[in-house]
């Protein structure tokens, strides 16, 4: 794991995020550097958010802005749309983190992983699902 040493000047609020969100790539990447990109930064977001309040909120705000800016997406969050500029990637993050989290709370934790880990087409097609309900159930 790398963080570039000019993060450590965030302030205190975005440096334990940041890490938590690259520790978990680190771990991800360990396991199987090909996983979607909404897995590889939703599973990250998601971690890191459960530890930090604040990036809870501003993830949930940035998904209720997109609903909001684009009207309701039709898919999980593509590659090329991770590869944006850094303001449009923190959106993505967040729209990544609802498809995680939604598969963590009808699954439960441990099942959820393992099943994002192990993605198969028809898990894809079933995390779109609940991805688009969260999104839809947003307040
Ligand atoms: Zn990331």
Redesign the pocket.
């Known amino acids: 794991m790398v963080v570039n040493p000019a993060a450590l000047d965030y302030p205190d609020a975005e440096v334990g995020p940041l890490v938590l969100?690259?520790a978990v790539?680190a771990v991800t990447n360990a396991c199987a550097p090909s996983y979607p990109s909404w897995v590889?930064?939703g599973l990250?977001e998601s971690v890191a958010s459960g530890a930090y309040p604040s990036v809870a909120k501003d993830d949930d705000q940035a998904a209720r802005d997109y609903r909001a800016a684009h009207g309701m997406p039709e898919r999980l969050p593509d590659a090329a749309e991770f590869a944006a500029d850094p303001d449009s990637q923190r959106t993505f993050?967040a729209l990544a983190r609802v498809a995680v989290n939604e598969a963590i709370a009808r699954l439960g934790e441990g099942a959820a992983v393992r099943m994002l880990v192990s993605l198969e087409a028809a898990d894809e097609a079933r995390v779109t699902t609940w991805y688009l309900d969260a999104m839809r159930a947003l307040k």
């Open positions: 969100h690259e790539h590889v930064e990250a993050y």
